[in-house]
């Protein structure tokens, strides 16, 4: 069974920084792609950035600039650095990682972790 747990949500004022972490536990043959997605109140859930086990990011256009995606592999852990946070950045933002196993692959999800951007 795969387990997708996220850390370092929080309440921050607008202009500040907060650091997400995702871990990633459980066993599979392949870990591929991970990321993180954000759900606000009444509105869907929307891609925040994504980047592949080779490194290659990709970021919602809202965020470019301000967020940055990195990974450890030694440690099937994702993280997203938030600098310059807007209160629009205010969400629950969810964890995902592609696992495969031997023949197939599916996509798992974190519970979530609140980001609240407010003074």
């Known amino acids: 069974q795969v387990l997708l747990v996220e850390s370092g949500g929080g309440l921050v004022q607008p202009g500040g920084s907060l650091r997400l972490s995702c871990e990633a536990s459980?066993?599979?043959?392949?870990?591929?792609?991970m990321g993180w997605y954000r759900q606000a109140p009444g509105n869907q859930r929307d891609l925040v950035a994504t980047?592949?086990?080779?490194?290659?990011?990709n970021y919602a256009d809202s965020v470019k600039g301000r967020f940055t995606i990195s990974r450890d592999n030694t440690k099937n852990t994702v993280y997203l650095q938030m600098n310059s946070l807007k209160p629009e950045d205010t969400a629950v933002y969810y964890c995902?990682?592609?696992?495969?196993?031997?023949?197939?692959?599916?996509?798992?999800w974190g519970n979530g972790t609140l980001v609240t951007v407010s003074s």
């Open positions: 995902f990682a592609e696992i495969y196993g031997l023949n197939s692959g599916d996509n798992y």
């Open positions: 459980g066993s599979w043959f392949n870990l591929g792609a």
């Open positions: 980047i592949t086990s080779a490194d290659f990011t």
